[in-house]
Each structure stands twice: as C-alpha cells, then as structure tokens.
C-alpha cells in the first residue's frame, strides 16, 4: 500500500500521491494528498489513525468497515478516499460529544450488553445511528434490515437489536 | 500509482475517455474498487461518474422513465414512479452499504450473469442509450449483455442513460434465492411483467437471470402465458417449462438440478404475486 500524506505536500519530487482531497471529517475539516487506488479505510486507519474503523473481509461483506458518509451507512473497504472529497464523514471516533458524553446508542450498547469482542461494534453503532437519524421508532424488521450488511460473529444479535430500541426510546425523550 | 479524475460534465467525461487508453469509468465501485486492489483489473486513470448531474436521478420525460446509470441503488429502490420489479431488485442487492454507493449503471455494465436490476430491465422494456466522444446509439436491453462481464460497450462509451416505457397497465415483480435472506448474490433470480385485465393475462414477459452467461428472456414460456387466465394446468405446464428452458450454470453457488428446482418455484410465487397485485407496478 502507497504511504499516505496528510499533510498534503509530495514526498520527494516524485508525484505519486497525485489527488488532493479535503472533507469533513467527525466535524473537523481535513486535507490529504492520496493515491487514486487508495481506499477510504487505509486512509482512515493509517493516515487518520482511527482505527475504529475495522477491516473483517475487506470485500463489502462483514460491515466491520461501517462509515457515515454524508449520513448514510458505506463500507469504507470498497470506497475510494478520493470518494470523500467534500463529504461529511463520520467514524465512531466522532460519535459521543467532545466532552466525553457517550451517544445514548453507545451508552445502550453497554446497557444491554450487545458487545462482547467488540470488533463488529463501531460499523454496528453507524449503521444503527443512520437508521434512527431517519426513523426515530423503527419497527423489529426494520432495524434487523437496517443492520443486514453488518456482521457479527458473538452476540447472536438479540442484544443488539435490544439496544437499538433502548437507544430509539432514549433519543425520542 | 492511480490518478483520479472528476470531471464537471459528461462532454468533459467522453473526451477524457476518448483521449486516455487506460482510463475506466468509476461509479460507486462496489465492483471495481476490488478489482482495481486485486490488480484483476490494470488501470492507470479512474474517472469518476457517479455526480455528473446528466448522469443522476429518475425523470418522467413524456411516456417515458428515464433512470440516469448514476443513480444508486438505494434511490432506485425507493423511487415511487418507478416499476415494483426494478425497485425490488435494486432494493434486495447487497445490503444498505452497498446500495447507498453502488448504482444501476454499474450493475448493468458489470454484466454479471446475476445482476438483480436486469432481469427487471428485460421485461420492462429497458432501452439504454450509449455515447461516446464520436456519437450515440440506442440498443435493447437484451442486445446489450454478450456473456459474464461481457457487453456491447467499446472503449470510450459510457452507458448514459436507461429508458422505460411507461406502461400503466403494465404490472411486474422480481423473485431471488439466495443462501440467504440479506447480502446474498442470487442463485437465481427472476422477474415477471404483464397486463392483467379481467382475469386474462396479456402481453407478458418472463426474464431469468443467473440460469445462463447473460439474463435472458424466455419467449416459449411467454407464448403459453400469453392471453391466459391462468388456471393450474396452464400455470403447472409454464413452470416446467421455464426450467427446461433455463441453461444454468453449475458453480460454487448451486447446482444446475437446484437451480432448475428453485426456478419453478420461484416462477409460481412471482406469477401469483403479479396477478394480486392492484396497481400500476
Ligand atoms: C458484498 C457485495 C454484495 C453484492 N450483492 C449484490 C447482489 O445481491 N446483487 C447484485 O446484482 N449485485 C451485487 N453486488 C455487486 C455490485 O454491488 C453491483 O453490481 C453494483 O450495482 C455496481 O455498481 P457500482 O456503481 O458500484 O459499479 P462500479 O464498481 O463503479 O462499476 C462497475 C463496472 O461498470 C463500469 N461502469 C459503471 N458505470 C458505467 C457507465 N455509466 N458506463 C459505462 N461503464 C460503466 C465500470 O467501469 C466497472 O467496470 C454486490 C457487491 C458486493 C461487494
Ligand atoms: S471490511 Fe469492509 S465490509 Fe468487511
Ligand atoms: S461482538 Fe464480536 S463480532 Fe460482534
């Protein structure tokens, strides 16, 4: 994988990082020169270090990947970086508030146990968050296909679901 | 090393391809990022389609639906004026990730045998249009697939626009197995259109996709369909016949014997499901 530059300039008189992007990234306005074949995942993971963003399968199957790209739910592992230029791009670094204040989808996770190794977690929180951001009071069916594209190996899923009503009564108070 | 090209317009767009040897066209790269990753695919140049604004969202332009090839699946599927056979093939694809970034230009050109949006195309009448920097020409659905990845489409045309007749009476619905009920690629999927007026079913199409190199569609068993009212014999003698007719594929996904199976069972759901259904669809 090409070395990612978030700085902006090129290294060495040699242009091989020859796209320059800017985006928001969790609420911030960042800038980096890439690669054109660079993904959105190892931009994030390496040249952003939030590596909260997991990579299971790395081909648009498990979800572990889950972004918020303009508020809505993609897999960072099929999505160029050059994609993200003047999007608003959420990870699950930027998901409780500065100080600290878990997002009451995070704070439900916890409540109802619906983590256990934890590494489906952040895609599951993103994709959920998007849900609710459109559906305050979604139905079973509708979260169960809101979370189809996101894998889980552990919880069995029950968990899960559970805290997305918890977080949807929450947010509706 | 990759470049990456947006560009501002579609003449932009065609000249870029016309002049560059090494330069594919990107939409939501559901397909091609991985390819482009795995080196399957050598490219030097990526030029990216998917915001040309001549090249987004469903229009009704006079007894016809245009989709424009950048629309993504998400809005596809969630489009009111469009077809109940496309929108529920565009809306069982994947999974909310992949149809909020992948689009139905893409699943077209990407020409894979189980393409959930073409069988619907078949039977809809689908034309699209293609240009290029020299000129534009207009094909069926049907003359656009040669086989698995294969199309019609030479180098520096991009497809630009797809066409539907509005059809009021004209009703549809798409059918799919997979291993599973979300994220599954079809073992087979299926999907019918027709007029149905006072118990009689005129007009209709069957296409079948992922049963062949290309979707195809199947005219014997419409022929039997054709002007029917659909009793059990006539309906028992069409199921059979569209298994026979079907050329599956033997692959990791299912055999031939399973997907002759499912094909009649999935033909009889869909036709009763066309048959209840009350409005235009
Ligand atoms: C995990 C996963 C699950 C999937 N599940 C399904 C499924 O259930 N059913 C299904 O049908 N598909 C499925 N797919 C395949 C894929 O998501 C679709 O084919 C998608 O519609 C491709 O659209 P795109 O915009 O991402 O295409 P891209 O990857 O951008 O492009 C695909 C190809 O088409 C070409 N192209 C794109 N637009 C044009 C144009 N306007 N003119 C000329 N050439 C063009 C590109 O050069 C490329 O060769 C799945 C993919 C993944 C990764
Ligand atoms: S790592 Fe992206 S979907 Fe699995
Ligand atoms: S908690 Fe382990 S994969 Fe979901």
Known sequence: M??????????????????????????????ACIDGGLRALDLLREGFGLTGVKEGCGRGECGACTILLDGRPVNACLL????????????????????????????????????????????????????????????????????????????????????VHLAAEEMRR | MVRYITPHSLNEALQILDQEEHCLPLA????????????????????????????VGVHQE?????????????????????????????????????RALGTIGGNICNASPCGDTLSPLLVLGG?????????????????????PKRTILTRGELLVGIHLPREDDRRSTFRKIGGRGAQTIA?????????????????PRLAVGSAAPTPIRIPAVERILDGQS?????????????????RPICDQRASDRYRRWVVRALFRDALSSLTEQEVYG
């Open chain 1, 80 to 163: 160029l970086a050059a994609k993200l230029e003047g999007c608003e791009v959420l990870t699950i670094e930027g998901m409780a508030s500065p100080d600290g204040t878990l997002h009451p989808l995070q704070a439900a996770f916890l409540k109802a146990g619906a983590v256990q190794c934890g590494f489906c977690t952040p895609g599951m929180v993103l994709a959920a968050k998007s849900l609710l951001d459109a559906r305050p009071n979604p139905n079973e069916e509708e979260i169960a296909r809101a979370l189809s594209g996101n894998f889980c190996r552990c919880t069995g899923y029950t968990k899960i679901i559970k805290a």
């Open chain 2, 28 to 55: 939501g790269g559901t397909d091609l990022t991985l390819l482009v990753r795995d080196r399957t695919v050598q490219v030097e140049c990526l030029l990216d389609i998917s915001k040309l604004p001549e090249l």
């Open chain 2, 230 to 246: 659909l009793g059990d014999e006539v309906i028992a003698e069409a199921a059979e016949r569209t298994a026979a007719e079907i």
């Open chain 2, 62 to 98: 006079g007894g016809e639906i245009r989709i424009g090839p950048s629309t993504t699946l998400a809005d596809v599927a969630s489009s009111p004026q469009l077809p109940t056979a496309l929108r529920t093939g565009a809306g069982w694809i994947g999974s909310p990730q992949i």
């Open chain 2, 187 to 203: 073992q087979v999927n299926l999907a019918i259109s027709a007029c149905w007026r006072e118990g009689i079913l005129r007009q």
């Open chain 1, 2 to 31: 090409s070395e990612i530059n978030t700085r902006g300039s090129t290294s060495g008189g040699t242009d091989f990082k020859s796209v320059p992007i800017a985006f928001r990234l969790n609420g911030r306005p960042v800038s």
């Open chain 2, 127 to 147: 034309r699209f249009r293609l240009r290029s920097a020299g000129g534009e020409r207009e094909v069926p659905a049907e003359a656009f697939f040669l086989g």
